[in-house]
Each structure stands twice: as C-alpha cells, then as structure tokens.
C-alpha cells in the first residue's frame, strides 16, 4: 500500500501544455524565418553546437549501422575492422530510443530531434510536477516550482544572458534541459528516478517497496546508458539521501534505509555492463572528455551557493518550528541541496575531475532550484497563511520564471538564425550525395566550410574528410584526427601563415578545436584550465609547415577523396587538391557546388615536380 496524495493534475497538464508551446518557439521562428527556403532541419542553437554530433550518430542508427559506428569517418564496427567503444556507443539508449521511433515512423533524424524537443519538454514536465506535487503537497506551489526549475536552469547555472550581465560570454542561450539528444533524451527518466525514490520510501507495504525500489533501478540502468553526468549525480544523491535519513532517522527510518539500500544494490547492478563497455573504450575518449587528475575543491560556483543558502534557510526553518528535520519534505530539500557539493566536490576524494561544466548546465542548477522549491514550500504554508497571499506568492513565481524562460528562449532563437540557416542549407548537398553515391559506401567528402562538414552525416550516410566533432567519435585515433585536419587545410589552400592569422586574429569555426582539441579551448570543461600558449602555437604551426612540406601521394591515397563541396561564391585556392585530384565539372546544389574527384594517376617524377614548385611558391 502506498501513501495516498491528492494532486490535481489539472495544475501538472497546464504546466506541461505551457512548456511544450515554450519549446516548440525555437523550431517555429526558424521555420518561418527561412519560409520556402526551409529545407527539413531542426533549428540549431548555436550555443549547443553538439548537436549536430547527436543527430549524426542517431541518423546512423536509422540507416541501419551497427552500434560502434563513426558516422564522420564512415567506419562501423565489423569482425573484420573492430571498432572501439566511443561516447556515443556505451551512452547508446537515447539514440536508440530516438532511433527506433523514427524507423517506426518513417522520419529522418533531422524530423526526429524537431520531434524530440516538445516531448522530452512535455514528459520533463509531467513527471517533475508529480515529484514536486508529491513532496509538497500543494499542486498550485509544484506547477509554480515546474516553472522555476525548468525556466531557471540557466541562471542557476551561470550561464545564457545571465552570465552577459557579468561580462560574461554566453555559453548556451537557451533551455539547457532541452539540449539534443543530451540531455534531453534522457532528462524525463533523471526526474523520474527521484520520484520513485520518493514513493518507494513513502510506501507502507514492503511488497511495494520493493516493486517500486525494482523500477527506480530499472531507471538508473537507463540513465547509465544515457549520459555520464546525469547516473552519476543520481548515484552521488542516493548515496547523500541514504547518509542523511541515517543521521535524521524519521519515523520508520530503518525500514526506509533498508529501501534505500535495496534501490542502490539495484541500481548499481548496471554498473557491470557499462565496466565492460568503458574497458573497451578509445584510447582518445579520455582527452576528449577532459578528465584529469586533482584533489582541488572547487566550492564557489553559483548552484553551491544557491543550495548553502537554502541550507541556511532551512536550519532557520527548523529551529523557528516551521518545518521538521525528520520529515521527508525536509530530507529531500537537503539531499537535493548537498548534491551540488558532492558532484563539483567528488575529485577530493577519487582524484578525478570530469567536466564540471556539464554538472553545472545539466545537473547541480535543477538540484539547487528543486531543493529551494521544497523549501520554499514551508515558507508558503507557514508564513503567508492566508489563501489569497499563498496564490499571489505561486502566481509570482511562476510569471518571473515563465517571464525569463521566454525571453531567454526568444533571443536565443534570434541569435541563432545565422548559424541554423548554414546548417540547413547543407541538407541539400547531403540529400543529393545520398542519391550519388548508392554504389559507392560512405564515400568521403571534402567540405571546405567546416559547419556544413559538422552537419552533412546528420542527413547521410557519407563520410567527410575532417570536421570538428570528428574528435569525439572512435574511427579515427588522435593522430590520424590531426592528419584529416591537417589534410583539410592543405586541400584548401591555407598556407601556415594564413593559418596563423587565423587563429590569432579571427573565428573560424573549428581550426582552434582542429589543433588541440575541445578539452583545451572550451572554457569550463576542465577544473584546471590549460590555456593554449604562444609557444604550443608556434610549435603547432612549425608541424603543419613541415606537413606540407612533406605532402606525398601516400599521403593523398590514405584517405581518398570522392566529392568537395564548397558554398557558391567562395574565394578558395584549391590548387594543392588539384595536383592530387582531377575534378570533374561542378554542378549547383542549393547554395554550394559540388564536384566529383578523381584520384590523379601521377608519376614520381610529376610528384617531385609538384612538390619544387609548391616550395618554391612559399
């Protein structure tokens, strides 16, 4: 038997209609925007430019390609050629997820993340009203709160326009919860995890305890799959809640610990899997996901701060009688509170630092707006204790994080208008590539505009020669990811002095990342930030030099070349492709030409003579 809770869930779907036409805007003023022009993408923030990496693998899913595949190489996982385990394959149930409901329907991978946006908002929502709505026992307070965490997760965070009133440059403009397919995909099951921890320790019969202890761990199984930063910060929770409720001791609290205990032994149970799957992992998988070695304590980022001064708040409440220590509205307001302490804080103890700037956008800004939801819901009752003072406070709250949410969203959309419309205007080339190329497997492209390379294998199933978000695939190891780039810029006639230029004084999208990777020019990705210096720059410009001076046919024929695209009107000297490559002549398709390549047959003598000419030219 579980404890019975009226909710009136007439609150929760209001909520949910609210934030699903919220996260339909985006997609809406895109297609608008681009009217006739449109060509089938979702709209791009250009703030979560990791998207486009998401919506490759996923379309790889849907042609059919096993789970170890590299959709920007074009290697899949064969007996013959194994591939090994990248982010993408062992975080694999969200892709699937999407995957198979899009083979289902018929829909490409471009419609389904369109899709996927309004329905990760619509169950996020439902299932966070029903955890809020449970722990409160006020809908009016739970679909208020809804609003506050889901609209407010940037400010907590640190970041969109909130971190520009700071001087601060934006990092994402947008809902983080709604980024595709991380987190998105998988943050319903995140708010779902607590909310069958709740009921499993409110429920009076064991046998449903145990029932519902089964389906939480059923659920972290999912999210271990899902996404690092989300399973982890579940577990570093339950293992604070558990903590707590030992120190608290409620009423019943050894029958509750045993059930905390009994979710754990469950949950973790799909740790053994994923041991197997990270065993097998690419050698580059660490450099790409920046963990690094440090004890440091880092205890100054604003969900800290938020959740210390719930914290205070709550002892204020405690010992002015407005709130009970050993009830599990309380309980739950701490743990929720103290998670933002263990997820930045976890390196003192294991040494190992992972990305702390994911935990902040995706998880420790949620906890801390969950927990001072809960608290605030003592606040309400207690303290303004007349009706209509109750419903002016909700009523506050949830205008000024609806308020937020849609200006945020709004100017995020605007912003991104430019950068979603290269996106969409590559769909073309790849849908024309796809008919070109049935005879030829994931023949390899040459894109000399790196945001349209970054988007071509969301659309087919071709690879491209180098783009940014190679790097976090396992096709290609480190060295040959820096050969590909090396061979993009040789190709396109960036001398190493242009190439200089380039990364001083300009932003060209992707050169830095081609260099030396995301881990070193995303800021906040490490705990101990490397800043590229003048010396590694100098140093990597003297390598390419060299690299070009040592261009050789071998060179040419490691990775050959069947197609470049280029963006009409673009003022490129390919002449170094061309002493390699005959090019047939173009044709136009949408805003880009497209050429077929051939490899030259070329003698040593032709190549030697190319080859004093080219140094002679620089």
């Given amino acids: 038997m579980i404890e019975k809770v009226d909710i009136n869930w007439r609150w929760g779907v209001m909520v949910t209609v609210v934030m699903t036409l919220l996260s339909l805007y985006p997609h809406l003023h895109f297609r ?31 042609d059919g390609r096993p789970r170890r595949n590299d959709p920007y190489s074009g290697r899949d996982d064969k007996s013959s050629h194994p591939q090994s385990e990248s982010l993408f394959s062992i975080q694999f149930f969200p892709a699937y997820l999407i995957a198979l409901s899009a083979r289902l329907f018929g829909m490409t991978a471009a419609s389904a993340f369109i899709f996927l946006t309004p329905i990760a908002a619509a169950a996020t929502s439902l299932v966070l009203f029903w955890l809020l709505g449970m722990a409160t026992r006020d809908s009016a307070l739970a679909a208020a709160g809804s609003f506050a965490v ?47 921890v709740w009921r499993t320790l409110t429920a009076r019969a064991w046998t449903c305890r145990v029932a ?14 899902s996404y690092v930063y989300l399973w982890t910060a579940a577990a570093a929770w339950l293992v604070g809640l558990g903590v707590i409720w030992a120190i608290a001791r409620p009423d019943g609290w050894k029958v509750q610990l045993k059930a905390i205990c009994l979710i754990g032994l469950v949950s973790f149970l799909s740790l053994i899997p ?65 998670l933002p302490f263990l997820v930045f804080n976890q390196q003192i103890i294991s040494g190992k630092s992972l990305q702390p700037l994911h935990y902040e956008m995706f998880v420790a800004n949620y906890s801390a707006i969950i927990s001072m939801v809960l608290m605030l819901g003592f606040v309400v009752k207690r303290r303004l204790g007349f009706p209509v003072r109750r419903r002016k406070a909700v009523l506050l709250l949830a205008v000024i994080a609806l308020e937020w949410g849609g200006y945020e969203t709004f100017i995020a959309s605007k912003r991104s208008l430019e950068f979603a419309r290269r996106f969409d205007e590559a769909r073309p080339v790849a849908l024309h590539l796809n008919e070109k190329t049935k005879a030829i497997e994931h023949a390899t492209v040459l894109s000399s505009d790196l945001l349209a390379a970054d ?39 960036i001398s190493p002095n242009r190439l200089e230029n380039i990364l001083r004084n300009e932003r060209e999208y992707g050169f830095a990342v081609g260099l030396f990777g995301f881990e070193r020019t995303i800021k906040g990705l490490s705990l101990d930030p490397k800043p590229i210096t003048a010396e590694e720059l100098k140093n990597e410009l003297q390598q390419y030099a060299a690299y070009c001076d040592s261009f050789t046919r071998e060179r040419a024929v490691q990775t050959e070349l069947a197609y470049l695209m280029t963006p ?22 949408g805003n880009f030409n497209l050429y077929r390549l051939h490899l030259r047959e070329i003698s040593s003598t032709m190549a030697a003579a190319y080859t004093k000419q080219s140094d002679s030219e620089r």
């Avoid at 519902?212 to 799959?225: I, K, S, T």
């Avoid at 096709?475 to 396109?492: D, W």
């Avoid at 009409?568 to 398709?589: A, K, P, S, T």
């Fill in 455 to 493: 988007v071509l294998p969301t659309s087919t199933s071709n690879a491209v020669l180098w783009a940014p978000h190679m790097l976090v695939f396992s096709g290609a190891s480190s060295a040959e990811g820096k050969e590909r780039f090396y061979q993009y810029l040789y190709y396109t006639g």
């Fill in 212 to 225: 519902l202890a089964g389906a939480a761990g059923l659920v972290f199984g999912a999210l271990v799959f």
């Fill in 274 to 338: 994923l041991a197997r799957l990270f065993a097998n992992r690419a050698a580059s998988l660490d450099a790409v996901q920046a963990l690094e070695s440090s004890h440091r304590p880092d205890l100054f980022r604003i969900p800290e701060l938020v959740s210390l001064v719930v914290l205070v708040m709550l002892a204020f409440l405690i010992r002015r009688g407005f709130a009970r220590l050993n009830s599990h509205q309380t309980l739950f307001a701490i743990a929720f509170a103290v």
């Fill in 150 to 196: 889901l609209c407010l997760g940037t400010v907590v965070g640190g970041h969109g326009l909130f971190a520009g009133f700071f001087g601060g440059e934006p990092l994402y403009n947008y809902l983080m919860f709604l980024r595709r397919y991380q987190p998105a995909a998988s943050f319903p099951f995140f708010v779902l995890y607590f909310a069958l």
């Fill in 32 to 62: 608008l925007s681009r009217g006739e022009s449109w060509n089938g993408s979702y709209a791009a923030i250009e703030g979560v430019g990791d998207e486009v990496a998401y919506s490759a693998y996923v379309n790889a899913l849907i």
């Fill in 568 to 589: 009409v009107g673009e003022q490129r000297d390919f002449q170094n492709l061309d002493r390699w490559y005959e090019r047939e002549r173009g044709e136009r398709v």
